[in-house]
Each structure stands twice: as structure tokens, then as C-alpha cells.
């Protein structure tokens, strides 16, 4: 399983032949975050998974549906219904059982905080993705603070990455982010959802150390980095 940065909360996964895309969110003031969007406008996309309806994490569906038409959406009921009427495969779920695609299996996991497009339409229930592969169990937490129900994730399976928001304000910060990844039994963490705006700005160097120092490992990946999980 490979894993590719892009911007924000949006990357790449992957998976047994397959590319989902992730929260696709393209910062307009950055031009290095377009100038990877062209760089992977020729990969076909199979699947965008989306955990909850704010802008910056949906704002680029449509685009990427323009490039890859046969691509299908993955969310809750409502952010799926929403795209579905813009003519965009769907497949909505809410919390439940796993669900098996071409790639693996899938369960959509609790997340909490809100969710709602830019219009103020309702966005459904926020949420998070475990998925469990031939390749390996990652953790997409989405935008959540820590939950309780996130000690029953590994009672699933053991993972291999989790992927939590670390910038504060909005979802958890680092502190938070080492209580939750202690709650996953996880001790390998990709960082996300920091630094792209000014009140989400973390010091990267002091993060990583806080981490370090419970013995667990931070990673932190540049635009267009890749991870192999």
C-alpha cells in the first residue's frame, strides 16, 4: 500500500491496483498544490472517499469526477445523495458493517464534530474510514477529536498507519493526537489537516519530538511525498 501527500487533508492511497483519492481539497493561494494536481491528472482515479461535507474536503470532488467519470464517491448518505445528483457514481453508507470493494473491506467509523457544505446544506454525519486490506489496516480519522470508540478500532484488526488531524482548533491537536493514538494502539502516525491555515499552524520539529518522546513515530510528509504502509 502506497500513500501519497498531497495538500491539507487530500492524499492518495494505493491499494491491489487500485487509487483512491481522499478528501480532495486543492488550496487556491497554493500553486504547488496545483502544480501536483497536474502532476497526477493522468493517474486514473477509482474511488474518492470523503468524511464529511466542509469545503476542505469536498471542494475538488467534481473536478477529479471530470477526469476520472467512472470514478466512484464513497460517503455518508447525504454527501453521497448530494453528488449523486450532479450526475457522480455513489456508494452511501453510515456507521456499520464493513463493506467490501475491489480494494478491500471498508467501515465507516464515528467522528466527531460538524458537517455542512459551504451553502449550509447538511452534510450528514461526520466520519472516518478503517480499512482493512491484502496489504495492510489503515486509519483515516477524518476531522474528529478523540473519541472513546476509537479503543474498539483495534479490536478489529491491528493497524498499520493512522492518519489523524494534528492542527488544533478544528479537529485534535498533537498532544491529542498521542491520547488517541494510544486509545488505536497505534504508534505510527501520518499528521495531517496543519499548517495550511494561519490558526492551524503547528511547530513541526516540537511535534515530532512530543512523539518521539512516548516512543511512537510522527510522520509529517511534504506535498507529493509518499509513504509506503
Known sequence: MNLIFINHSCYLLE??????????FLDKNDSNAFFLLKKFLNKKIDYILLTHAHYDHVSDVEYFYQKNPNVLVISNYEISNFFSKKGIRTYPI??????????GKLKYVLALHSSSFIDGTYGGNPGGFLLHTNEGNIYLSGDTSITHEMSFIP?????????LPIG????????????????????????????????IKIDKKKSVK????????????????????
Do not use: W
Open 15 to 24: 491499494i491491489s491496483n487500485k487509487t483512491l483519492l481522499i478528501d480532495p
Open 94 to 103: 453510515n456507521y456499520g458493517s464493513f463493506i467490501q470493494f475491489s480494494f
Open 155 to 163: 479490536v478489529l484488526g491491528k493497524l498499520n498507519l493512522s492518519v
Open 168 to 199: 488544533g482548533v478544528y479537529t485534535m491537536d498533537v498532544d491529542d493526537a498521542i491520547i488517541a493514538s494510544n486509545l488505536l494502539k497505534c504508534n505510527r502516525i501520518l499528521g495531517v489537516h496543519y499548517n495550511t491555515f494561519d490558526n
Open 210 to 229: 512530543k512523539f518521539l518522546n512516548e516512543e511512537k513515530q510522527l510522520i509529517l510528509l511534504k506535498k507529493g511525498e509518499s509513504l509506503i504502509i
